[in-house]
């Protein structure tokens, strides 16, 4: 039950994909899919997994206005990233697409959705320092509770 859920909640865009367009929008989108998750996983998983360490250090040690200054602070911080990536994601979207890949894909729909995933960019950001936040602070029963996997 649970399980099949969670499969098609996380791969789901694939069929839709697969079902509706032709291989070169899938292919379009595999690549700003992972084009623009270099930066998160590059920049905003680290940051991401010292937050939920440093949250789960001040909240164990019962220090909860300070793990939320923390999140405050890092809030800010992976803001300004991802607001980076969306100021100069659509500017650059084209060269790093036609260096990357050459004239045929430069030349396709790939820049433009390139520019539209460093948009997408800050949203990542703040749910993943607000959702390793949840898990340092919340209780095993309140994480159950808002769970829906």
């Known amino acids: 039950g649970k399980t099949l859920v ?4 996380e ?3 694939t069929f839709v ?16 899919q992972n084009l623009g998750s270099l930066v998160v996983r590059l920049l ?9 360490l440093l949250f789960s250090k001040l909240c164990s040690a019962h220090n909860k206005q300070s793990a939320g200054e923390a999140l405050s602070i890092i809030l800010r911080l992976v803001v300004l ?10 500017a650059y979207s084209f060269t790093v697409i036609h260096l990357l890949y050459g004239t045929r894909w430069s030349d396709s ?10 948009w ?8 993943g320092v607000t959702e390793a936040f949840l898990h340092a602070s919340a209780t ?3 994480i159950a509770t808002r769970s829906f996997l």
């Open 6 to 9: 969670k499969f098609v909640m």
């Open 109 to 118: 729909t790939m820049p433009g959705l390139l520019s539209w995933y460093s």
């Open 81 to 90: 990233i991802g607001l980076l990536c969306a100021s100069f994601g659509p």
């Open 140 to 142: 095993p029963s309140q």
């Open 11 to 13: 791969r789901g865009e």
């Open 120 to 127: 997408y960019i800050p949203l990542l950001a703040i749910n």
């Open 17 to 32: 994909l697969l079902a509706i367009f032709k291989a070169d929008v899938w292919a379009a989108y595999s690549i700003v």
């Open 44 to 52: 905003l998983f680290p940051i991401e997994d010292m937050s939920q």
